[in-house]
């Protein structure tokens, strides 16, 4: 007997019936969370101390002296602080973060969600803290598969590889489609979006390594484990930037003056031309 998930009918059926209940649920999580994640992240910004939070939605990783966050559909480990979808502004107020560590994430939502990612980044940061993305690196996933890397080989994905049989058009496609992948970037894309949000030029790190003077964002790329491997990283493009000038001042929006009355002309004086001056006539 087939089970739904074989059914080439029943299971698309099953799950667009599903899709109101799924979405009332998470509805209903996020109105449950919303006072508890307003008293985290007062309690945790009230004591004195370093900033940061870190959103993941790869590895079991709580680092300590972070706030640690992942998506609302992802199952709850112990290392999660509090959820947070990528699509609502950050919990935080303006320029209370020292650093934010956004961890295989970007990649997991359209463009458009990303940048807004951005933009709530900046806002939150204070004045040079920094924000550390690492996501899957396009140039370097077409190069691998293309065989144009000298240090590493797709034979080295092989190894560790548990989606079934592999092969390299296979591990490519799952770069795109698998994982819950919706747009994987670039370096020349993902630094342009980064300048549109108000970051300083963004600068390329070693894994595990910072190019900021923040020493908590070192030794935190450890969703591939504490002991991964260099060329596990071959795919990986791990980017911090600045947040170098303080967010633009909004425009206060213009004072209401209210209905001004319209000049009643019938009540104005005609002007007396008793003691003007006798206009001389031109010759």
Not at 207 to 225: A, E, F, R
Request: include cysteine; glycine fraction near 4%; proline fraction near 10%.
């Amino acid at each position: 007997m087939r089970s739904p998930s074989q059914s080439p009918t029943l299971y698309p059926a099953l799950r667009w019936g599903y899709a109101p209940i799924k979405l009332a649920r998470r509805s209903l999580s996020r109105l449950k969370w919303r006072p508890r994640i307003r008293r985290i992240v007062a309690e945790y910004l009230s004591d004195p101390g370093f900033k940061g939070l870190h959103v993941s939605t790869s590895g079991i990783h709580h680092h300590d002296h972070w706030l640690n966050a992942a998506p609302f559909d992802r199952p709850r480990k112990a290392w999660i602080d509090f959820p947070h979808d990528l699509t609502s502004p950050l919990p935080f107020p303006d320029k209370s973060l020292d650093a934010i560590y956004a961890n295989e994430v970007i990649q997991q939502v359209d463009p458009r969600t990303s940048e807004q990612f951005l933009s709530e980044s900046r806002r939150v940061l204070r004045r040079g803290g920094v924000l550390r993305i690492t996501t899957p690196d396009l140039a370097e996933i077409c190069r691998l598969y293309l065989g144009q890397r000298d240090d590493v080989t797709l034979d080295h994905f092989a190894a560790v590889w548990l989606d079934g049989e592999f092969s390299k058009d296979t591990w490519l496609n799952a770069q795109f489609h698998l994982y819950g992948h919706r747009h994987l970037w670039s370096y020349d894309e993902l630094c342009a979006a980064l300048i549109r949000a108000g970051f300083a030029a963004p600068v390329r790190c070693q894994p595990m390594q910072t190019s900021s003077s923040i020493p908590q964002l070192k030794q935190l790329d450890k969703h591939y484990g504490p002991a991964a491997p260099p060329w596990l990283f071959a795919r990986t493009m791990v980017l911090e930037s600045e947040n170098a000038t303080a967010p633009a001042p909004q425009p206060k929006p213009l004072r209401h003056l209210g209905r001004v009355a319209a000049p009643n002309w019938d009540n104005v004086p005609e002007e007396s031309t008793e003691d003007a001056p006798a206009a001389t006539p031109r010759t």
